[in-house]
């Protein structure tokens, strides 16, 4: 089915379903992890229909490509285990005022399907990407500091392929990145209602910065690295190679990766927006923007 006629039907239905009373990132998150995207494996049918979503919001939020780019799509091709993977990377910008950059990051790929057994990765990393759209639509309504870039890797499944390609690509000069936010599975507290933070900004206001938005949120911020939960600061080095902020992080440039940890849907079939705790995910999709705007602030006073 195309796009189209799958939003179409979408949107036709949406009143009936319910969802027009649904919040933004609701209705993306359901979209994305929708069966007719297969789980977004890289290179699949799948991942072409929801790149194509993913684009068409893009335009309608307002971001503009990247001079380097002149489209919204960044291909990329690399090896994995001996074995070639063709990715698109998706990538917008909204321009501030000062020469550096703020990159927000959400991997849209996902592991597909085995035989009929679809992996609809509704918190990895539908929901990450759902935020994130959330983020530009709401950065676009107000003055920015600091340039942002929106990027959507591809084949982060595969080992943070699209991150590292987007990177060596040097589509941004790297010293010009001020910071890289990372989400990466928003919606599942899996038991715990809390989120893990990690990041290699070895800067005091970076931890005040913490602090309040865990003052402001109500919601714990727990540090990680390695295997283990290690309390409340996060200037550690993540040498977890967790999510794509890793990719950044290899080149010297700050990153910061907001994200749930795994839980029991992680990887399974059952990881479906009907499981998502949406309560739970109202409430760090803020504390993202929460993030966005404090580093913009802190962007402009570097
Ligand atoms: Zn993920």
Known sequence: M?????????????????????????????????????GRAAGSNGSALSRQYIISRYKEIGLLPLHSLDSFTHPFSAENKGKQI??????????????????????????????????????????????????????????????????????????????????????????????????????????????????????PRFNRLIEDIEIASNMPMIATDERRRVGRFPNLSDRRKVSDHAAFAEQGIPFLFLGVGRHNYYHTPRDTVSRIDREFYAKTVDIAWQYLQQLDALCAQH
């Not at 209705?27 to 929708?34: E, S």
């Not at 990393?125 to 890797?153: D, I, T």
């Open 2 to 38: 195309k796009l189209g006629r799958i939003v179409a039907i979408f949107l036709l239905l949406a009143p009936v379903l319910g969802y027009a009373s649904e919040p933004v990132w609701m209705r993306d998150v359901t979209v994305l992890a929708d069966d007719s995207m297969e």
């Open 86 to 203: 063709n990715g698109t990377n998706i990538v917008g910008k909204l321009d501030g005022k000062i020469e550096r950059y703020i990159v927000v990051s959400a991997h849209y790929d996902h592991i597909g399907r085995k035989g009929r057994r679809i992996f609809n990765g509704a918190d990895d990393n539908a929901s990450g990407v759902a935020a994130m759209l959330y983020l530009a639509a709401q950065s676009q309504a107000q003055s920015r500091q600091c340039h942002q870039v929106f990027l959507a890797p591809d084949a982060e499944e595969h080992g943070l392929l699209g991150a590292r390609a987007f990177v060596k690509a040097g589509l941004l000069e790297s010293d010009t990145i001020f910071v890289n936010l990372n989400l990466d599975m928003l919606s599942q507290p899996g038991g715990r209602e809390e989120v893990l933070v990690s990041g290699n900004l070895s800067h």
